[in-house]
């Protein structure tokens, strides 16, 4: 439904402004962007109004995009699956209430997979060069560990869940499999 309405807006925009540079495609890819991520910060604040977890949504929503920022992740297909499984994850993850413990097993999990597997599938979705992927995985490394010192479960939550997107199939070797398009 997203890519359908993003497809109509962006050939509507292309006629509206016919000399404009950027091709359908392009704008199409941006519209999504936009209703992809205006959709799930809407869905997730609307239900958070009715479960009482606006604060911890909000933190969800700032600390997942800011590590999703720099260690990149998992794309869904779908525009529609993305906004739907976002915001369940999003309302689940403000639900986090778990003792210091297993904060502590959280942190470590999301700060190994952060350390293993970011910078992932940024390749096509960033202009950052690789040279500095070594960089966004110290970055990472550092928003992560950064909880060690908050010891917030909702923010263990959120990292730890961010970081399993980054995971991707390992060859012979040790190498990733690079991946063709979106997953």
Known sequence: MIDAVSWRIARGIKSAVPEHPLSVEVLK????????TGSIIVFSLAISFFTGRVAEVLTVL?????LRQVSGGLHLKSGTLCV????????AMSFADFGP???TVANLAALLLAAV??????????RIPKKYYPLLRFVSII???????IQSPILAAAFLVQCVTLIRPLRRGGEHREEKGHV
Do not use: D, K
């Open 143 to 149: 928003i992560v560990s950064s909880n060690f010192l």
């Open 62 to 66: 700032v600390a997942y995009a800011l």
């Open 29 to 36: 890819y941006a519209v999504s962007f936009v209703l992809n």
């Open 117 to 126: 597997y970011a910078p992932s599938r940024i390749e096509g979705q960033t």
């Open 101 to 103: 413990a297993a904060v």
């Open 84 to 91: 739907v499984a976002s915001t369940a994850g999003i309302t």
